[in-house]
Each structure stands twice: as structure tokens, then as C-alpha cells.
């Protein structure tokens, strides 16, 4: 934007509300920085019991002491210097957030906040093992069914010291009152590098408490290790596990870290569990379907359990790359294994060619009420007796039982040309049709639920209508749509807010930084061409880099990032180029981008949700230079990058490049003009930053069109969905191909 030649901060950054914010911050930076001299400071007994040193539930043995209400905290002189001190934080933390629109819950949370800087003393003085005890009342109260936001400032103020003690980080006030937002189902827009992971300690702990499991979805497996790892200390001291999900990990390892209190994994993880454990409840006929139709019902379970244990909370970080970038991203699982079928069709036969055989009374009995079938001792003794085969034997006895009772069943009660007939179906095989009993006309297309309809096939001798290629597929919208309790993190939601409302009922929050952003931004830069646009953005690269500051250029495709290396060697820069996929090493290579005059080239996604820590004396010479090649399809995207400078109040700027031969020109405003425009570029000498809010515009356009695209897939979703529940289909196992 030529017209704006702006040093302040872009309209949609955070208010930087300098001078509160520098209040808030100095005051602060006191408390919330200890050293590790201060970590350990006398008044923090250190735990007078031996911590386990793994993680580990809390015992329900242990004893429970008197949950007293939060005691006002004692008035030494100090100490309420300090008080007072932090009860005008608040009042500045709130007046921070307030900036972005009044909101009710305002109030809410200022007394919340109160709350839990009023515990801070009482606890400040209490041992490691009170602090557990604590915790564990806590536990108690909210099993036994008192309202959790009840009890969040006692809980939050417990995370708080566990922080303090664990990971020397003390939640600072913006942080308290992102956590009491992302508990009340917000989307919290912070800043990059404003401490996303540990604000999440917060709603994670206090949803854990529940006993039901309390989830945070990362974008990839490394990230979910990264921040168990880290945050474990805390939740240990409190007395909570926690649990990490890894794309290897095997059935009993995931059972297992769905069983901590809180587990850490992917979106994607989530969903194949979802899945599996979808597709082994159907195989065990313990999926509740809603009508007659459940086609796979019947399969064996060879004694499996299933993984998750509910869907209570989930907290997702980097919220708008998985909930709207990724939301129609569809997770499936493949068909069933070729043995598993072929034992699923023997067991069928194996158990209607025996069931004649069984003698009422004495092999089993029928409930008079609810007509159920079952094995008398000497019945069950007679599946265990009769001869199988080797793949019937691998069958789970259990299963052996209920495919005995459903034949035995099937025998007696269903007769052909009464319930059913049978009949040439498509390509000539023949098929069971149910008779309607009402109407005495036959179902098309009906089946038979909990693997009855097979087991009449068995007896009927004709092929058994087990899927051959069922697959299972959820998109990552209707995944976290399943969850009652949803909460999202990220750098960049805040134009996205209409959309994560409408889609996910999950209000955006823009939490204020900590410290006042002292990022600048530089005005745009116009071209006619990506050639003299390139140019320029190498003379710029050189410039900044001579003066010691790291320089972070951000492109949209790998293509064009390897045209600036190459541009970039031809005059002896050295710089690292950041396109690969293996996110560990990106990671790394990211995080050290804050070195001293470090020149590093990435496209979009490169290192996402890793910290750029400066080098020291990188801040005094300027920070961080961020520069963008282009401008992406969503405004979001661009933020991420931008949001990669000037983190946690460091000095730092970006610039915008931008060319008449972009992308988004063509994309935004069509074909027809952009063509005009490139044109028009390619004739153009010199800069044309006038035309910048073309770009903007442009961008908005383009915003729109994939916002309406994804409400129309939306849509259609739904109307699938809902057509597939009314003919008794599952929309997640009986998905059309
Ligand atoms: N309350 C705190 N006290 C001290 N240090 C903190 C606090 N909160 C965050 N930090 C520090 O801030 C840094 C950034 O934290 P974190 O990586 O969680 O940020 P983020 O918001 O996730 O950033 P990104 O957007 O890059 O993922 C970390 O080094 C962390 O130690």
C-alpha cells in the first residue's frame, strides 16, 4: 500500500496498546521470567515426598485434603505491594482485550482472573505434594459432578504455580485469561512466539479433571512429542499423565495414551482412531445403528478392544491450518484385509451348517422377553467341541459363541418365503429379499442388521454378503465437529472468525501480547514483472543482511524459492532454503533462523509452529526481516509469515513484494483483467506501488470464492450424511466410493 507508508503495525496485528501494555509488561517481566536462581528461591519448598518419575494417574487412594475456598492471600507488606501491582495488571489485561469489542464475558473473566492471581500467594507457599493433593480434590469435586468452571480459578492458579515449580514459566495474566476463553470454547488468536503451548496447560488440566480425557491436536507428530514432552513436568507435579500419539504406534501403545488424562497427538491420529475404533464396534455389533441396514454387522473381533475412550475435548492447535485449511481433508482408512473376510464367510458357514444341532434347553435358552438367544454351559461346550477349521479356530471363542446363538436364531425364526425370499439379484446372484411383514411386499433393498442378514445367506447357502472393500472415512471438520467441547489456538484466526463461527460455533479471541509488538511493518513494493520484482528483493536481502540481521523470504512454491537461492549464490549469499519434508530437520533448521545475519528461504508451510528464537545481539541491531514474495490466497497465511518476526515484543520488521504478474491478480479479479495487468506490467518501467490495494482486493476475492466453495462442500456433506443416516447406513464405514 504506496498510500500508507505505515511504520505501526497492520490494522488486523493486535492492538499494540503501547503504553498499558508496557505497564503490564514491565511489571510483569518481574514475575514471570524467574531465573534459575529464582526458580528454586526459598519461599517454593521443595516437594517433600519422592515424585514418581514418570507420568502417572492420580491414585484414588490418596489422601484428600479439605478443598477449602481459595484463601485470600495473606497481607505482608510485600506481598500486597505486589498484590496491588497484579490487581492493576488485571484491570490492564482486561482493558487490552477489551480494545477488540466489548464483550460480556468480560466480567466473567476479570473476576476469574482475580480469582487466580488471589490464589497465587496461598499456593506460592504450599509443597510440591499439597499442590497434588489439591489437585486431586479437584478431581474429585469435578467427578462428582460440580461444574468445572467452578472450579477454574483454583485449577488455573494450581497450573500456574505447577508451571512456575516445573518449567520455570509463569502464566502471565494475557495467558490466564486466553486459557478461561480456549475453556469456554473460543478459537485464541495469539501471536506467534507468545506461548501457545503453555497457555494450553490451562483448559487441558481442568477438562482432564473430568476423568473423560482431554485431547490437543497438532499438525504432525513431531510437534505433539515436542509439547508433551515439555509441559509433562507440570501436569506431573498436579498429578496427571499425559500421553503422546505417534503415527507408529501399535493398538495397545494407543490404548494406552488415550488412557492418560491428556493426550497430545494429530488431528489425523485422532481420526484413523476414530475409524479403527469405528470399524471394530461395527465388527463386533456393538455400533448402535439407527434403522435396519447395517450391511457389515457380524464380523468377528478376535478379541480387540478399541483404542479411544470418548470424545470429550479437544484443544487444536494451529486451529485454522487443520480446521479450515484441512477440513475437508478426508481421513480413510482401507478395506478389510482379504483373511479377515474370508474368516468373517467361514465362521458364518461354520455356525449355520452346526446349528440344527443345538437342543433347546439343554445347548440353550430364549429369553421369554427379549427373545434373546443363549448358550447353556453344555452349549458353549459344544462350539468349543465341534471341528473347525484352521482360519474358524483363529476366531476369537467369544465371537464363536455369538455366531453359535445368531445361527441357532436364524434356524428357528426366519423362514423362507415368510420373513424372506430368495431371488436372482444383480449379476445373476442370488440374493436375500426381506418381506415386508406389514405389507406383506418385498423390501427392496432392506437388510437385516447385526449380522442376521448373513447368517440367513449361511443358511440359505448362497454368497454371504460381507463388504469386500469397506472403507472408513471422516473429513477432519466432522471429526472435531464430534467432539462437545472444542477450543483452537493459532497466530492467524482472526479473518477467519466468520467462518470458524459458522462451520465450528467457536468464537475467535484476539489475545494481546504479553509485551508491546515493536514489529515494524514497511511499505509495500510494487512491479511490473517477478523478474524486476526479484531483483529488488534481492537488493534488499543484501542490504539487511550486511547489517547483521537475520532475514526470513517467504514464497509460495518451490519453483520460485530456487529462483531466489540461485539469485541469492550468484551473489555470494549464503542462506538455507527450506522446501523439505521432513519436519524434524525443518524444524531445526527454522528455529536457528534467528542466528546471527542467517538468510532463509522457505515456502509457505516451512517449520509452522516452531519457535525463531534470536541469537543474542541480533535484537539491538534490528531483528528479525521478514520479506513476502507474494501474496497468498488467504491474508492468514501471509500473517503466519509476518508473525515470524518480532515475537514476544523483539524488534523486527516485514515487507509485502508484490507483482503484476502474481497469482492472485488472475485469481481475484479473473483471467480477462489479470492478463491485462501483466501486460500492462511488462510495459511498465520502475515501481507501481499505487496499485498495491489492487492486490488486497484481489486476495479478498479469492478469500470469498474458497469460503463459499467450502460452505456448498459443507452443504453437500450434510445432505449425504443425512440421506445415508435415513436409509440406516453409517456416513463414516458406508461411504459411497
Ligand atoms: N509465561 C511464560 N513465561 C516465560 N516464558 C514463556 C511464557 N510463555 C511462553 N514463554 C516462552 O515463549 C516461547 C514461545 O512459546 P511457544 O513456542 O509456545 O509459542 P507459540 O505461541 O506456540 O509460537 P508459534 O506460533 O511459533 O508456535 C517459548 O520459548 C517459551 O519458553
Known sequence: MATEPTNSETQSDPPAGSANAGQLAASDTAVDHPTAGNVMSPDQSPSSGPMSSGPNMIAADESVPDPTAPNPPSSGGSDSEANKRRANDTGRTLSMFSRQGFRPAMFRWKRQLEQVNALEPVLKNEDDATLKKRSLALRY????????????????????????????????????????????????????????????????????????????????????????EWMEPLFRLLGVSVGIIQTPD?????????????????????????????????????????????????????????????????????????????????????????????????????????????????????????????????????????PKSDLVRTMGLVDLYEYAERA??????????????????????????????FTGRLAEGRKWRDGIHQAIEAKEKIEISVPTGQAARITVQDLFLRYPNLAGMTGTAATSARELRRIYRTPVLRVPTNKPPKRKRLPDRVFGTMERKFAAIVAEIAEVHAEGRPILIGTRSIDKSEILSKMLNELGIEHQVLNANNVEQEAEIVAAAGGHAKVTVAT???????????????????????????????????????????????????????????????????????????????????????????FRKAQRKVERKHFRDRMVLMHHEKERKKMQREIGQDPYLDTPD
Open 141 to 228: 469435586q469435578a467427578m462428582a459432578g460440580e461444574k468445572l468452571s467452578s472450579l477454574l480459578p483454583e485449577g488455573y492458579a494450581l497450573v500456574r504455580e505447577a508451571g512456575r515449580r516445573a518449567l520455570s514459566m509463569r502464566h502471565y495474566d494475557v495467558q490466564v485469561i486466553g486459557g478461561i476463553a480456549l475453556f469456554e470454547g473460543y478459537i485464541a488468536e495469539m501471536q506467534t512466539g507468545e506461548g501457545k503451548t503453555l497457555t494450553a496447560t490451562l483448559p487441558l488440566y481442568l477438562h482432564s479433571l473430568l476423568g473423560k480425557g482431554a485431547h490437543l491436536a497438532t499438525v504432525n507428530d513431531y510437534l505433539a512429542k515436542r509439547d508433551a
Open 250 to 386: 501399535d493398538q495397545p501403545a494407543r490404548r494406552k495414551s488415550y488412557g492418560a488424562a491428556i493426550t497430545y497427538g494429530t488431528a489425523k491420529e485422532f481420526g484413523f482412531d476414530f475409524l479403527r475404533d469405528r470399524l471394530l464396534l461395527r465388527a463386533q455389533n456393538r455400533l448402535q445403528t439407527e434403522m435396519l441396514g447395517d450391511g457389515g454387522a457380524g464380523f468377528g473381533s478376535s478379541g480387540d478392544e478399541i483404542v479411544m475412550r470418548g470424545m470429550h475435548f479437544c484443544l487444536v492447535d494451529e486451529a485454522d491450518s487443520i480446521l479450515i485449511d484441512e477440513a475437508r481433508t478426508p481421513l480413510i482408512i482401507g478395506s478389510i484385509e482379504d483373511t479377515v473376510r474370508d474368516q468373517i464367510v467361514e465362521t458364518y458357514h461354520w455356525a449355520s451348517d452346526h446349528a440344527p444341532g443345538y437342543e433347546i434347553e439343554e445347548h440353550f435358552t430364549i429369553d421369554p422377553e427379549t427373545k434373546q438367544y443363549e448358550l447353556t454351559s453344555r452349549g458353549r461346550q459344544r462350539v468349543r467341541a465341534l
Open 408 to 437: 441357532i436364531k436364524v434356524h428357528r425364526e426366519f423362514l423362507l418365503d415368510r420373513q424372506y425370499v430368495v431371488r436372482p439379484g444383480d449379476k445373476g446372484i442370488d440374493e436375500i429379499v426381506i418381506v415386508d411383514e
Open 604 to 694: 509457505n508451510m516451512a517449520g509452522r509452529g516452531t519457535d525463531i528464537k534470536l541469537s543474542d545481539g541480533v535484537e539491538t541491531v534490528g531483528g528479525m526481516h521478514v520479506i513476502c514474495t507474494e501474496l497468498h490466497d488467504a491474508a492468514r497465511i501471509d500473517r503466519q509469515l509476518i508473525g515470524r518476526c518480532g515475537r514476544q515484543g523483539d524488534r523486527g520488521s516485514y515487507r509485502q513484494y508484490l507483482s503484476l504478474d502474481d497469482d492472485i491478480l488472475k485469481s481475484g479479479l479473473g483471467m480477462k483483467r489479470g492478463d491485462k495487468l501483466k501486460e500492462q506490467g511488462e510495459l511498465m518501467g520502475g515501481s507501481a506501488d499505487r496499485l498495491a490495494k489492487l
